[in-house]
């Protein structure tokens, strides 16, 4: 699934297709024609004009259409946390969001954590505490992380699991990432 | 997922005139947009329910009213509601996980749809989806499904843990019609039983916008308790639920409201229970006693059995929270 969402995206033109990328046998459902609109993102501080449809998601604008691959997508269906961001302040997941409906709000991806190389200290307490092995749910897991963080739910680690849950792990390296949660929490 | 329009509105009017000329809502966009990605769903106009003002949690003495796109998080941590309503926080924190409940909104929770696997596969018949195709749950994957209001045609279990809470609080929904007039029906009148027509899922009417939630104030609501019980700890949909709101002041129960999600094919209120503990003292053996009535006339699938016995001890659990 993941291998054809990535080869599929390169073609701008195909967009329609390359844009249905659901695991499960679907239809051949008639691809009607859309509309595609000129839209100006607020991407990490910075401004990001896109064309998309408005079906794109925040997920694929980022990733196919700025190249910001660090934001993940795992099952495209809000069940993994892999494709986590911030919008205005608040941890969502970028697969449900429409890219339309984030126009005029302050957008936060991985890429915009670290100041002038210095690693965000989430970051930089996943690296000490070795909270990942392949690393592929961690942009998630830490954007997750810095949320959860600020919304001052880091008070126990028990409290910490819960308001992480939604993100997934394939790894398993979850008490790793709940000991890097703690260390971050109690530095800041 | 096929393409679809999205039109931005610029208020109540606008909003339910397209939604009165075939257009559909869209609040958190977490379900729908799940659902059209499978093409289960194929909207080609959406209405964007978020510039309108929908959005405020309003408290009074008497009542809370939650506006439709209040979102999940924000109604779950609201100081008013943990205080007073704690069924409502506790069924919403053990709701999907933090990010959706960011995005997720009060009136999108109560309209979401089955999480029956046949129904969010279009690679399998299902009546609920295309009527009149059959429905595979029955002699298939039914361990999640429902045990009661279920009919030949369809079994599947409504989903939403708020629902559950809000059923016991005895609240009511406020409504707008595509020609603007207003009704307000009680919650319990929203969700219809499958019957034949399982694809009719709801008593709205074409275009009808769900544009708050009230919810009076009482001390059953103040003792209230949302107890869920799931295949894991969390980010997971029930297997059976239970919402309790108690007023037994000096030892004797003067008001119970007792409901259950998870078992129903809708939001289902157990007055078996509720009419063995009215009026009665509470003791552990009143509180077992009318637990043990819950879920009659349950008619369980295949793999479902086990529900009964967990909803009757999962009523008890919650009893037994709220009055500790
Ligand atoms: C991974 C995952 C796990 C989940 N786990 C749980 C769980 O454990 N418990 C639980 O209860 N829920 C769970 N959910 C469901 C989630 O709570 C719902 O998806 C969410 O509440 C829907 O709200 P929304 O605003 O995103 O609705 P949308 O997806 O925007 O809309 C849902 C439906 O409601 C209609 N609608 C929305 N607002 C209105 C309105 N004001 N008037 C009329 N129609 C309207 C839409 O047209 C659509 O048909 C889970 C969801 C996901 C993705
Ligand atoms: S239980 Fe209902 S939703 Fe599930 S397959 Fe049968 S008809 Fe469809
Ligand atoms: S890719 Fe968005 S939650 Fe899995
Ligand atoms: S590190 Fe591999 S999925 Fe989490």
């Known amino acids: ?188 | 997922m096929q393409s679809f329009t999205l039109a931005a509105p610029n208020g109540l009017d606008a909003a339910t005139d397209a939604g009165g000329r075939g257009g559909r809502y869209i609040a958190g966009g977490t379900d729908l947009l799940q659902l059209a990605k499978d093409n289960v769903e194929t909207p080609d106009r959406l209405i964007d329910l978020e510039p309108l003002p929908l959005t405020d949690i309003t408290v009074t003495d008497d009542s809370l009213r939650l506006g439709a796109m209040a979102r999940m998080s924000e109604v779950a941590a609201h100081p008013a509601v943990v205080a007073r309503w704690p069924v409502i926080s506790q069924a919403l924190l053990a709701s999907a996980s933090p990010q959706i409940r960011n995005m997720g909104t009060i009136g999108g929770n109560l309209l979401q749809r089955t999480r029956c696997g046949y129904f969010r596969d279009t690679g399998f018949a299902c009546n609920k989806r295309v009527p009149g195709s059959g429905c595979p749950a029955r002699e298939g994957e039914n361990r999640m499904l429902a045990i009661l209001g279920t009919s030949e045609h369809c079994i599947a279990s409504h989903a939403s843990d708020l629902a559950v809470a809000l059923i016991v609080l005895e609240a009511s929904v406020d409504l707008r019609a595509p020609d603007g007039t207003t009704r307000t029906i009680p919650l319990a009148e929203l969700h219809k039983l499958p019957g034949d027509t399982p694809h009719v899922e709801t008593t709205l009417r074409p275009g009808e916008l769900i544009t708050a939630v009230a919810v009076p104030a009482s001390r059953a609501g103040m003792r209230s308790h949302y107890l869920k019980v799931r295949d894991r700890a969390s980010f997971e949909f029930a297997l059976v639920s239970a919402a309790v709101a108690i007023d037994a002041g000096a030892g004797t129960v003067h008001d119970i409201r007792v409901a259950a999600g998870g078992v129903g094919t809708k939001p289902w209120r157990l007055p078996e229970v509720e009419e063995a503990l009215r009026g009665h003292p509470l003791t552990p053996k009143t509180l077992a006693d009318a637990a043990a009535l819950a879920g009659q006339g349950a008619t369980p699938a295949t793999q479902n059995g086990f529900k009964q016995v967990l909803l009757r001890r999962a009523v008890l659990r919650a009893l037994q929270t709220a009055t500790a």
């Open chain 1, 1 to 188: 699934m993941l291998g054809a969402t990535v080869t599929g995206l390169a073609l701008a033109p195909q967009r329609s297709r390359a844009d249905d990328t659901s695991p499960a046998p679907a239809p051949a459902a008639p691809v009607r024609s859309a509309e595609a609109v000129d839209i100006v993102l607020q991407v990490n501080g910075s401004p990001l004009p896109l064309t998309v449809e408005p079906r794109t998601s925040l997920l694929d604008a980022l990733r196919e259409q700025a190249g910001l691959n660090g934001t993940k997508k795992g099952c495209d269906r809000g069940s993994c946390g892999a494709c986590t961001v911030h919008v205005d302040g608040r941890r969502v997941v970028s697969c449900l969001t429409l890219a339309v409906r984030a126009q005029g709000k302050a957008i936060t991806t991985i890429e915009g954590l670290a100041v002038n190389g210095t690693l965000h200290p989430v970051q930089a307490a996943f690296v000490a505490q070795d909270g990942f092995q392949c690393g592929y749910c961690t942009p998630g897991q830490i954007m997750s992380a810095v949320a959860l963080i600020e919304e001052g739910h880091a008070g126990s680690d028990a409290e910490i699991r819960s308001w992480m849950s939604g993100n997934i792990c394939r790894c398993g390296a979850y008490p790793n990432i709940v000991a890097a949660i703690r260390d971050a929490a109690q530095e800041g």
